[in-house]
């Protein structure tokens, strides 16, 4: 009876975090599309998927003692973090070149989001952003449908998927500038997915996606202001 309690238990608990993993991706993309029509836009979407990206996964592993289902303790870390740093610094370098490669063509610059980080100082708010966007998708997400038994490789497609279609639904800019943001955060979400699905841990992801938003820090700071230099040499 003990045995058969456990069972049970564990497919209820893993039943409640998919459940919620897709139940806040719902909330969220449809306070963004109400929020787009309001003077609020998306800054309430926003909140709401940074406050419950990161305190869902927070309840459910002290509440529940969650932390290892969700790949947030367990695994293999030193694994995630070799192939993280790997997968981060293959990123950083691609970023930096199609950016390089972006603004010599006289492309325009992500004004919105300049605004939103140097007017409204969001820019040191970035990892918490990361934390939230790694603890829902590939924290929650993932690791609820591996566990239930859906194929792994549809799993980091589909987690992948819905990381890069909430940008469209909590980023408070420009549809052109929320494009870019998705082209970035689909190899994000496709290599973070599969660090996390090979290691059971969550924390390479992590790492991946720091990385790439240091590289968006340049290519929004940086990079405009080198590149006629470069490009005169």
Not at 6 to 24: C, K, Q, T
Not at 152 to 169: Q, R
Not at 185 to 195: Q, R, T, W
């Amino acid at each position: 009876m003990e045995k058969a309690y456990s069972i049970d238990s564990g497919s209820a608990s893993l039943n409640e975090r998919f459940n919620l993993a897709f139940g806040l991706t719902a909330l969220i993309w449809i306070t963004g599309l109400v929020g787009h029509f309001t003077p609020l836009q998306e800054w309430p979407a926003l909140a709401l998927y940074v406050i419950g990206g990161i305190g869902v996964v927070v309840w459910r592993g002290v509440a529940k003692g969650e932390w290892a289902g969700m790949y947030l303790a367990g695994g293999n870390l030193k694994k995630s973090l070799k192939w993280g740093g790997i997968a981060g610094g293959i990123l950083f370098v691609m970023d930096i070149v199609n950016t390089v490669i972006y603004y010599s063509k006289g492309a325009p610059p992500m004004t919105d989001m300049l605004g939103i980080l140097v007017n409204k100082n969001f820019l040191f708010l970035f990892p918490i952003l990361v934390l939230a966007e790694e603890f829902l998708w590939r924290g929650l997400m993932l690791s609820s449908m591996v566990e239930k038994g859906f194929n792994p490789h549809l799993s980091v497609f589909v987690t992948a998927m819905c990381y890069v279609l909430n940008h469209y639904a909590v980023a408070p800019v420009g549809m052109y500038e929320r494009g870019l943001m998705a082209m970035m955060a689909f190899p994000i979400g496709i290599l973070g997915g599969y660090i996390a699905l090979k290691s059971k841990n969550v924390w390479g992801s992590v790492l991946v996606h720091m990385i790439t938003m240091f590289s968006m820090v340049l290519d929004i700071f940086v990079i405009p202001n080198l590149v006629p230099s470069l490009f005169h040499l």
